[in-house]
T-cell receptor
Framework: SAVISQKPSRDICQRGTSLTIQCQVD?????MFWYRQQPGQSLTLIAT?????????ESGFVIDKFPISRPNLTFSTLTVSNMSPEDSSIYLC???????????FGSGTRLTVV | QKEVEQNSGPLSVPEGAIASLNCTYS??????FFWYRQYSGKSPELIMS????GDKEDGRFTAQLNKASQYVSLLIRDSQPSDSATYLC????????????FGEGTQLTVNP
């Protein structure tokens, strides 16, 4: 199954600044998914990133706030822009795997905005 | 109605007992179902996937799917304190571009 390296693992940022989160997969994958997990809550999909095309954003998430890059089949970045304390969450990337079938996650980025 | 709902919990069982975790989903077009375990401060870990009606067993874990009732469950036999975690049910609709929808999760505590 695919192994995802995600960084940074955590960061504390000032409001109004931006943070870029990186995910590197050890194999080529068509789609990569970015999720947010707010404290004490479940996972919410932010967007799906396909190589060579614009990311597809879920309702409530916009490209200006969460720009995504997908330059190749093994790498993606998510930027959290113009941060506010409400953006304090865990951000996770995910890819689909074949064996076992399902989806695997990166280790997550714990973001605190002060 | 939420797309994926789980029994609210928290659920507490004694060591050695069977823990039963339940999940219902609203979209009859859902085809794939997953159970994840998430320890505090960690990312979700895939435990089971199930696609067909009936039971699927893997070690101490059994996933059960009933598409007519739009219901999927996870049974954990001989529960261990190390099973204490939040369990997330996730559903995929094949028409939705492979996106997963997660339930809110059920927190399980296994008491020694």
């Amino acid at each position: 199954s695919a192994v995802i390296s995600q960084k940074p693992s955590r960061d504390i940022c000032q409001r109004g600044t931006s943070l870029t989160i990186q995910c590197q997969v050890d194999s080529q994958v068509t789609m990569m998914f970015w999720y947010r997990q707010q404290p004490g809550q479940s996972l919410t999909l932010i967007a799906t990133a396909n190589q060579g095309s614009e990311a597809t954003y879920e309702s409530g998430f916009v490209i200006d706030k969460f720009p995504i890059s997908r330059p190749n089949l093994t790498f993606s970045t998510l930027t959290v822009s113009n941060m506010s304390p409400e953006d304090s969450s865990i951000y996770l990337c995910s890819v689909e795997i074949l064996s076992p079938s399902g989806y695997t996650f990166g280790s997550g980025t714990r973001l605190t905005v002060v | 109605q939420k797309e994926v709902e789980q029994n609210s919990g928290p659920l507490s069982v004694p060591e050695g007992a069977i823990a039963s975790l339940n999940c219902t989903y609203s979209d009859r077009g859902s085809q794939s179902f997953f159970w994840y375990r998430q320890y505090s401060g960690k990312s979700p870990e895939l435990i089971m996937s199930i696609y067909s009606n009936g039971d699927k067993e893997d070690g101490r874990f059994t996933a059960q799917l009933n598409k007519a009732s739009q219901y999927v469950s996870l049974l954990i036999r001989d529960s261990q304190p190390s099973d204490s975690a939040t369990y997330l049910c996730a559903v995929k609709r094949e028409t939705s571009g492979s996106r997963l929808t997660f339930g809110e999760g059920t927190q399980l505590t296994v008491n020694p």
